[in-house]
């Protein structure tokens, strides 16, 4: 029906068809068009007529001085979190920036003109806007607000400019709040302020509300780490003054945005995986002492607790305070270490009689030896008999009966008669003149030294039954001193583990004050 009607009004009128959609009323600025021509004529004329001679670079001000600056009215819609880099402090929103404020060289009279509302273009491009926008800019800076898309500003008839974009607010960030990480509500406050003109020109200030969130579908989040609190953001104008005009003040919009930390996820993969591994750590107290895997096992726990130390290293701040979950993976640790320190303790102790011996075998050897060569040179002296194997595998378990044996043989030794052991050193002398010849000074020779190797090795048997008995009672006594130090560990390590964690857990919310 339109098409026809056009096609009609064409045939019928061409040349005001033509004047119609040519808007030949755009060639006179002064007069407005007829309240009859087209809409988009009327708001092509009002941009044009209200733009004719406009400087983009010169703020809105009435009058000079310094008691009648540009009112701007700043405010922020959080859209969405985009991403919280604790580690790095930076923070990306994705936000609506939205700013208003009066600029008379755009008034009109909407009954004059009949329209109620025009879009100018506008941008922070000085070659690019159609009006005057503020130079706002994000003071702690990760990216520029100069990147945020260019959209149309809003004007209304009495001058009123409305203008909203969206873009990403990154923002570097002092965190604070930290020391309670993960149940910790870390904060991050940033500055917004003018950048080419001071308070005298352009004022700013807080946009009723100041900060809002998005209630769209769109904005919502279902699986992320943070989430604002909105009922802890805080806002703050300051007004600064710097060395290049200590006259003229500098207004600054600070907000300060509360975030609440997601803690399962580190609870899940690093509070509880230390507090097991801890606790594991302490069964090695139950282990007996000559089980080779208590050693192993105390360090394999000990190694499980560094690579879950490592892993979370990677999600937390390099900060000079102390956090709350970095204490407990570091006491945790060192609980472990104890333990394993424990259990070296105890097995030096039960096999240092093994050590002890080995040097003693070489001290034996080297005496032996000596004591043979000291024998074979000595006079000859027999014995009264050889040692039976009775003397040479004694049984007794018993350090005394050892030594009653050693001692009823000498006693037996001692009691042979006197003239028995004449006869024999006689018969002795009359042999040794009778056969001098070399090959009989070699069999005596031969005859002393074995007699002398028997007489040592007799001793030797002696000595090794007492210095083994020796040996087991002492191993049994540092068995003993490792199955108490076992038994007290494990008691002291549970419950001083036990009473770290609840003092942590119970002075969380005051953790890190002061």
Same mark, same amino acid.
């Given at each position: 029906?339109?098409?026809?009607?056009?096609?009609?009004?064409?045939?019928?009128?061409?040349?005001?068809?033509?004047?119609?959609?040519?808007?030949?009323?755009?060639?006179?600025?002064?007069?407005?068009?007829?309240?009859?021509?087209?809409?988009?004529?009327?708001?092509?004329?009002?941009?044009?007529?209200?733009?004719?001679?406009?400087?983009?670079?010169?703020?809105?001000?009435?009058?000079?001085?310094?008691?009648?600056?540009?009112?701007?009215?700043?405010?922020?819609?959080?859209?969405?979190?985009?991403?919280?880099?604790?580690?790095?402090?930076?923070?990306?929103? =994705?936000?609506?920036?939205?700013? =208003?404020?009066?600029?008379?060289?755009?008034?009109?009279?909407?009954?004059?003109?009949?329209?109620?509302?025009?879009?100018?273009?506008?941008?922070?491009?000085?070659?690019?806007?159609?009006?005057?926008?503020?130079?706002?800019?994000?003071?702690?800076?990760?990216?520029?607000?100069?990147?945020?898309?260019?959209?149309?500003?809003?004007?209304?008839?009495?001058? %009123?400019?409305?203008?909203?974009?969206?873009?990403?607010?990154?923002?570097?960030?002092?965190?604070?709040?930290?020391?309670?990480?993960?149940?910790?509500?870390?904060?991050?406050?940033?500055?917004?302020?003018?950048?080419?003109? =001071?308070?005298?020109?352009?004022?700013?200030?807080?946009?009723?509300?100041?900060?809002?969130?998005?209630?769209?579908?769109?904005?919502?989040?279902?699986?992320?780490?943070?989430?604002?609190?909105?009922?802890?953001? #805080?806002?703050?104008?300051?007004?600064?003054?710097?060395?290049?005009?200590?006259?003229?003040?500098?207004?600054?919009?600070?907000?300060?945005?509360?975030?609440?930390?997601?803690?399962?996820?580190?609870?899940?993969?690093?509070?509880?995986?230390?507090?097991?591994?801890? %606790?594991? =750590?302490?069964?090695?107290?139950?282990?007996?002492?000559?089980?080779?895997?208590?050693?192993?096992?105390?360090?394999?726990?000990?190694?499980?607790?560094?690579?879950?130390?490592?892993?979370?290293?990677?999600?937390?701040?390099?900060?000079?305070?102390?956090?709350?979950?970095?204490?407990?993976?570091?006491?945790?640790?060192?609980?472990?270490?104890?333990?394993?320190?424990?259990?070296?303790?105890?097995?030096?102790?039960?096999?240092?009689?093994?050590?002890?011996?080995?040097?003693?075998?070489?001290?034996?050897?080297?005496?032996?030896?000596?004591?043979?060569?000291?024998?074979?040179?000595?006079?000859?002296?027999?014995?009264?008999?050889?040692?039976?194997?009775?003397?040479?595998?004694?049984?007794?378990?018993?350090e005394d009966t050892v030594n009653d044996a050693v001692f009823q043989d000498c006693e037996e030794f001692k009691e042979e008669p006197k003239e028995k052991?004449?006869?024999?050193?006689?018969?002795?002398?009359? #042999?040794?003149?009778?056969?001098?010849?070399?090959?009989?000074?070699?069999?005596?020779?031969?005859?002393?030294?074995?007699?002398?190797?028997?007489?040592?090795?007799?001793?030797?048997?002696?000595?090794?039954?007492?210095?083994?008995? #020796?040996? #087991?009672?002492?191993?049994e006594e540092y068995l003993e001193w490792g199955r108490k130090l076992d038994k007290f560990s494990r008691w002291f390590f549970v419950v001083a583990y036990?009473?770290?964690?609840?003092?942590?857990?119970?002075?969380i919310s005051i953790w890190g004050d002061g």
């Open positions: 029906m339109l098409t026809i009607a056009a096609l009609l009004l064409s045939l019928l009128f061409p040349a005001a068809y033509a004047n119609l959609a040519n808007c030949q009323w755009l060639a006179d600025l002064k007069t407005p068009p007829p309240a009859s021509a087209p809409y988009f004529c009327l708001e092509s004329w009002l941009q044009q007529a209200s733009l004719e001679g406009y400087d983009t670079m010169s703020p809105p001000r009435e009058l000079g001085g310094n008691t009648n600056p540009v009112f701007v009215d700043v405010g922020i819609n959080i859209f969405k979190i985009v991403d919280i880099d604790i580690k790095n402090a930076i923070m990306e929103l =994705s936000v609506w920036l939205r700013m =208003s404020w009066t600029d008379t060289r755009l008034v009109w009279d909407p009954d004059v003109v009949g329209v109620s509302q025009l879009a100018y273009y506008a941008s922070n491009d000085r070659e690019q806007t159609t009006i005057w926008v503020p130079d706002l800019e994000l003071y702690n800076q990760y990216e520029s607000l100069y990147d945020f898309a260019d959209k149309p500003a809003q004007v209304f008839p009495n001058g %009123f400019v409305f203008w909203s974009r969206p873009g990403p607010l990154k923002v570097l960030c002092a965190f604070r709040d930290l020391t309670q990480l993960p149940f910790d509500k870390p904060s991050c406050a940033f500055e917004l302020g003018g950048w080419a003109k =001071s308070g005298y020109d352009v004022n700013y200030e807080f946009m009723s509300p100041p900060v809002s969130f998005s209630t769209e579908e769109s904005a919502a989040t279902t699986y992320q780490q943070y989430k604002i609190i909105g009922d802890d953001t #805080r806002t703050n104008r300051r007004e600064y003054f710097y060395p290049c005009c200590p006259n003229e003040p500098w207004p600054v919009l600070q907000y300060e945005v509360t975030l609440d930390r997601a803690a399962s996820y580190y609870v899940l993969k690093v509070i509880v995986p230390n507090i097991l591994f801890a %606790f594991l =750590s302490f069964l090695v107290f139950w282990f007996d002492v000559r089980t080779g895997e208590r050693l192993s096992f105390g360090v394999t726990i000990l190694l499980a607790m560094v690579a879950v130390d490592i892993i979370s290293s990677e999600l937390l701040p390099i900060c000079p305070e102390y956090l709350f979950i970095e204490v407990l993976v570091a006491v945790s640790l060192l609980f472990a270490f104890l333990a394993l320190c424990e259990t070296c303790l105890v097995v030096y102790w039960y096999y240092k009689s093994d050590a002890n011996e080995e040097k003693e075998n070489v001290v034996t050897s080297t005496i032996t030896k000596a004591a043979s060569a000291i024998v074979a040179a000595a006079p000859f002296t027999p014995m009264a008999e050889e040692p039976s194997a009775r003397d040479l595998n004694i049984n007794s378990d018993d052991a004449a006869a024999e050193e006689g018969g002795l002398r009359q #042999r040794r003149k009778t056969f001098s010849s070399p090959l009989a000074s070699f069999r005596d020779s031969f005859k002393k030294s074995k007699a002398a190797g028997k007489n040592v090795s007799f001793v030797n048997a002696k000595k090794s039954r007492k210095d083994y008995l #020796r040996r #087991r009672n002492l191993q036990t009473v770290f964690l609840i003092i942590m857990f119970c002075t």
